[in-house]
């Protein structure tokens, strides 16, 4: 005869534990898009033998934009990627929808800045959708000159990479 729970029990009580733990565990992950995930991100990046290869020549400057997210803001994350490594430039939050969605892409002062929805971005972090989505989507926006962004596309396909294995909330 099998061992059956009874309310309140051992199995209820540690099942209540488990489910606790998980809760706040996953609240003290860094959501995706905030200075907190930046952070770790920077970290991770920086100790990545495979993206230090890819970006050892590159010397630029590039924005990520994300537009809507959880906490009703537009971001812009700015990263100057040099020899190898990403140090971040800034990082700028705005109430949704608010003048970063306007501002004008100035050629020569960076090489790329992309801007998707959150909801596009949180996509792409989780692997639902590919480059060929990203490519064609009309809710993802790639300014400056493509030839060139091609160039460094093993460099930014490893930092898509590296943020997706990292543990976060979204």
């Not at 050892?56 to 400057?61: D, H, N, V, Y």
């Not at 480059?131 to 064609?136: A, E, G, L, N, P």
Request: positive net charge; hydrophobic residues 35%.
């Amino acid at each position: 005869m099998g061992s059956q729970a009874t309310p309140g029990g051992p199995t209820r009580q540690a099942d209540l534990l488990r489910e606790r733990w998980y809760t706040r565990a996953m609240a003290e992950l860094p959501r995706y898009f905030t200075t907190e995930f930046t952070d770790v991100f920077l970290e991770a990046i920086n100790k990545d033998a495979v993206f230090q290869k890819a970006a050892r020549s590159m010397r630029e400057t590039i924005a990520l934009r994300g537009t809507d997210t959880p906490d009703k803001k537009d971001v812009e994350v700015r990263y100057r990627v040099h020899d190898g490594r990403i140090e971040l430039l800034s990082f700028e939050e705005q109430d949704a929808p608010g003048p970063l969605r306007t501002t004008k892409f100035v050629k020569g002062s960076m090489l790329a800045r992309t801007t998707a929805p959150y909801d596009f971005w949180v996509k792409l972090d989780k692997g639902e959708v590919g480059v060929i989505d990203v490519i064609m989507s009309p809710d993802y926006k790639l300014e400056g000159p493509k030839l060139k962004v091609l160039r460094y596309i093993r460099a930014f396909t490893r930092m898509g990479d590296v943020a997706a294995e990292l543990p976060k909330r979204y």
